[in-house]
């Protein structure tokens, strides 16, 4: 294991979530600012974000591979989840909460009762060094294999440990939280984006806030002014190298997909998407089996260009394609649930090239 950090952006159930796109985002960052990118408007009518057209979902029969409870950073509990995916008539999602299982026994009953198969997944933040991050999506996972179990409960427990840290650091800049508050809010695994949340929705922060930032900041630029390597409330944690955490998904039968690359392995100079090959195949090395080519990056413009790219990767070296919303919740991480304000979808054969994988 090595030392990181990571960051990003998340509300509560009832307040926004946001996420900025800056140069070499870790996918934490992706968290941080992205809802307030205007979503590109779109002429495509094969997905009508109007829920009145879920009926076309059901008949594509559509899917969503990516998705995020209370058990890391999202805002709807697995049953609330389901619920959302059965009222969009998606086929099928995945549970893929960042190094946490708990939400998944609770998805799958709520699936059986609503007729949304779920596919027990996870998300694992690695580090090849201490400035770069990359996620690793597991499909198909044993969530009861003793390593895994007892590797997440290891990497709360550092993220526990280093989000006290974090938190007296900020005290003694004159911030007002407590560990209490964010193990609160948190429920499930503590990000970064807890604690930024906490500080800037307390009145009593208002005044220190106003003074360093000119304004109310966003989660965003609470984090990138605080809680980044080298920020001055920064602590490290201990974390999974890629290698690790692809042997770590083996270890429990599940599949390895590379998630969002198109955040990681890329970055936007002057409008333009730069993409970094070497540091695709840097992942690729490490034993992953599938790419998550069907992943946004913010307007519609950028992520078709990048699923242009991803897609050719994937076809070059002969990897599964996936995809989802990453959804976390209102103004989410990610898209909506299925991609229902977005012109992306992912259609169930998708899933069935992971079966095939999982099962011959």
């Known amino acids: 294991m090595i030392q990181k950090e990571s960051t990003g ?3 509560s159930k009832d307040v926004i979530r946001k996420k900025d796109e800056r140069n070499l985002l870790t996918p934490d960052e992706i968290i941080a600012g992205v809802f307030s990118i205007i979503f590109a408007s779109t002429n495509k009518k094969r997905y ?20 995020h409870t209370i058990h890391s950073d999202g805002a709807f509990t697995p ?77 709360q427990n550092s993220r526990e440990n280093r989000a006290k840290r974090v938190i007296q650091n900020l005290n003694d800049l004159g911030y007002l939280i407590t560990f209490g508050d964010v193990k609160k809010m948190a429920m499930g695994t503590i990000v970064q984006p807890h604690i ?18 000119g304004h109310i900041p966003d989660t965003g630029e609470f984090i ?25 998904i083996h270890e429990a039968g599940g599949i390895v997909v590379f998630a969002h690359p198109c955040w990681t392995t890329a970055t936007k100079e002057q409008g333009k998407i730069i993409f970094d090959d070497k540091k695709f195949e ?15 990056r913010g307007s519609e413009e950028d992520t078709r260009i990048s699923v242009k790219h991803f897609d050719g990767l994937a076809k070059k070296h ?31 054969y998708i899933l069935d090239k992971l079966k095939e994988k999982k099962y011959g």
Do not use: C, W
């Open 9 to 11: 952006t998340i509300r």
């Open 48 to 67: 009508n974000q109007s829920m009145v057209d879920s009926k076309n979902q059901k008949q594509k029969k559509l899917v969503d591979l990516h998705t």
């Open 79 to 155: 049953t609330e989840l389901v619920e959302k995916a059965a009222e969009l008539q998606l086929a099928a999602i995945a549970i893929s909460d960042h190094e946490n299982i708990d939400g998944i026994d609770e998805a799958i009953k709520t699936g059986e009762k609503y007729g949304v198969e779920i596919i027990p997944a996870v998300e694992i933040g690695s580090y090849p060094d201490a400035l770069t991050e990359h996620h690793i999506l597991g499909y198909f996972i044993d969530y009861k294999n003793k390593k895994l179990v007892e590797t997440f409960k290891e990497l």
């Open 196 to 213: 930024a949340l906490i500080v800037i929705n307390d009145q009593e922060n208002k005044t220190i806030l106003i003074k360093e930032f």
């Open 224 to 248: 990138r002014k605080y809680l980044i390597p080298g920020a001055p409330a920064y602590e490290s944690r201990s974390a999974l190298t890629p290698q690790e955490a692809v042997d770590l």
């Open 282 to 296: 840097s992942v690729l090395k490490v034993g992953i089996e599938g790419v998550e080519v069907l992943a946004h």
């Open 318 to 348: 002969n990897l599964l394609v996936t995809g989802g919303s990453d959804f976390h919740g209102l103004g989410s991480a990610g898209k909506q649930l299925g991609y229902a304000d977005f012109y992306l979808e992912v259609p169930y």
